[in-house]
């Protein structure tokens, strides 16, 4: 499975979210030509003038004639939709770990210390005749949070403890649903009829980010739940009532001779599709200071460049440490609350945690995807733990993979 490994690095979190399509409606005797602020504005389309200035008839469509050609033509384009070979693989790849239980859960990525209880890993359970995608969805959410709730309450490893959640009705969609969706919004500002020359501008159109080319037996939803928890969630303190949740966040569904699988888009994108990369390269080595203790089974070498680089029993590289140019650090009460991003292209994903003598946060790194032309995110996140004192001029970092290392775990590195 391809987000096990190390050499791999962490997939940036796709801010893919599900567009909110809304229908106009209207009489077509109200709407024989389009007028001042009509669908030509909304939707970028140029105007088509007018019979009367136009000094013959216009070719008009009826709505079903325009969904018609539109479906068409977003079809014969999936094969150019973002993510088209991650969802065009034979559905049993994705069911390759799964050992024939009723239900399964199989930790993978970030689990629970996140902004909101939500969890990269994968979940399976075995349906019935009578199971639907909406009930499935319902129930391994509701297995999710439990998970996440068990996991929260095992203590320091997590800044928040989820205590209670209630599962609402989801609405999962496959292709057609999407589909629908996604003509429903370009036709929303057409009451009636459309002219062909609009129609012509909206088949260029490019699908929206909640198109994505789903294979069968595949379904894509956005959680709805409430919940409770006490600590930090969402970056905000538990006022001790439950927090309504919409989130943006994309989960797949799947079904495959009976048996359900839920896993947020981004992690399936971790795990299957994401691009390889060496462990980031922060600078060159220099002695390990002593409060830092390295933890047991790690082998040390010196890489390439001078780094230094941390293999388990294994042989697999599970780490990577360097100097330190402390930038624009910040303290209080001699502790360290804030760190500028290591490198280009860094970004932190949890509150920083001060200790004494540093600090420890997670870690993740994207690097430029030729193929997609943008910055994408590596498929391994990393536990920074960072030794570094008021008033020093550098200090030093260590990076600990967050699939093979806890908070708990870089935390014990910064020894006293």
């Given amino acids: 499975m ?4 190390w050499r ?15 229908s106009a409606c209207g009489s077509e005797a109200e709407t024989a030509a389009p007028g001042p602020g009509d669908s030509a504005v909304d939707s970028g389309v140029e105007p088509a003038p007018s019979e009367a200035a136009a000094g013959s008839g216009t070719p008009r469509l009826s709505r079903d004639e325009a969904s018609a050609e539109l479906r068409e033509s977003f079809s014969s384009r ?16 994705f069911y390759a770990d799964y050992g024939g239980n009723e239900s399964e859960t199989h930790p993978f990525g970030n689990c629970v210390d996140i902004a909101v209880p939500l969890s990269e890993s994968v979940y399976f359970r075995q349906g019935g005749d009578s199971t639907t995608p909406a009930s499935a969805a319902s129930e391994l959410l509701a297995m999710m949070l439990e998970d996440v709730r068990s996991a929260s309450a095992a203590g320091s490893d997590f800044f928040y403890r989820l205590i209670d959640f209630e599962v609402g009705s989801q609405s999962p969609l496959d292709w057609d649903g999407l589909l629908e969706n996604e003509i429903d919004g370009l036709l929303a500002p057409f009451a009636g009829e459309i002219s062909r020359t609009e129609l012509d501008a909206l088949l260029g159109h490019e699908a929206g980010p909640g198109l994505l080319p789903l294979g069968e037996n595949m379904w894509l939803f956005t959680p709805e739940f409430s919940y409770e928890y006490s600590g930090i969630a969402e970056m905000r303190e538990s006022a001790g009532a439950a927090v309504e949740f919409q989130g943006t966040d994309i989960y797949i569904l799947m079904r ?19 691009p390889e ?4 390269i922060l600078g060159e080595n220099i002695p390990i200071p002593d409060n830092i203790v390295l933890p047991d089974g790690l082998s040390t070498e010196t890489g390439p460049n001078g780094e230094l680089l941390l293999r388990n029993s294994e042989g697999e590289i599970c780490g990577t440490g360097a100097a330190l140019n402390a ?45 997609r032309g943008a910055y994408t995110g590596l498929d391994d996140a990393y536990w920074c733990s960072v030794s570094l ?4 001029s550098g200090g030093y970092v260590l990076l600990l993979s967050a699939d093979m290392f806890t908070l708990g775990d870089a935390l014990a590195v910064l020894g006293s």
């Fill in 256 to 274: 495959h001779d009976m048996v359900w699988r839920l896993q947020s888009l981004d992690s399936l994108v971790k795990m299957f599709d994401a």
């Fill in 277 to 280: 990369a060496d462990p980031p």
């Fill in 8 to 22: 791999k690095g962490v997939c940036f979190i796709l801010c893919l979210t599900l567009t909110v399509l809304f």
């Fill in 2 to 5: 391809k987000g096990q490994s």
């Fill in 78 to 93: 999936r094969e150019s939709m973002l993510f088209y070979g991650l969802f065009s693989q034979d559905i049993s790849t």
């Fill in 389 to 392: 004192t008021e008033g020093a």
């Fill in 327 to 371: 930038g624009t650090a910040e303290f209080e009460d001699g502790r360290l609350v804030s760190l500028a991003p290591l490198v280009n292209h860094s970004s932190y994903t949890t509150p920083l945690v001060p200790t004494d003598g540093g600090a420890v946060v997670r870690a993740e790194f994207d690097v430029y995807d030729d193929e």
